[in-house]
């Protein structure tokens, strides 16, 4: 059973930088693709970035574009998400989603609609 445990979460200055791991765990295989989302309080979860496992293409919502950075590094089997110049409005739970399974899939955006596992998230709280 594939595991998720994201970490880097906390409170900070608007301004400020943040770097969010997701550890995985349980899998002899690699991920197909890795995404973060976000959930404020009264709204709707946001995909914020993604990466593609098979070439490392990437995708970012407009919302963070040019503020954070999705990578991954195989050989500790994490994803991570820097933050940079981080809004009130990047306040939120962050969670991390996985695709594992035999399954191919020939590009991100075919990915990304297929998440099966979900971590328990991580608070990141900005204040201005």
């Known amino acids: 059973q594939v595991q998720l445990v994201e970490s880097g979460g906390a409170s900070v200055q608007a301004g400020g930088s943040l770097r969010l791991s997701c550890a995985a765990s349980?899998?002899?295989?690699?991920?197909?693709?890795m995404g973060w989302f976000r959930q404020a309080p009264g709204k709707v979860r946001e995909e914020v970035a993604a990466i593609y496992s098979g070439g490392g293409s990437t995708f970012y919502a407009d919302s963070v574009k040019d503020r954070f950075t999705i990578s991954q590094d195989n050989a500790k089997n994490t994803v991570y998400l820097q933050m940079n110049s981080l809004k009130p409005e990047d306040t939120a739970m962050y969670y991390c989603?996985?695709?594992?399974?035999?399954?191919?899939?020939?590009?991100?955006?075919?990915?990304?609609?297929?998440?099966?596992?979900w971590g328990q998230g991580t608070q990141v709280t900005v204040s201005s």
């Open positions: 349980g899998s002899p295989f690699r991920s197909k693709c």
């Open positions: 989603a996985a695709r594992y399974g035999p399954t191919w899939f020939s590009a991100l955006d075919t990915c990304r609609p297929r998440y099966n596992y």
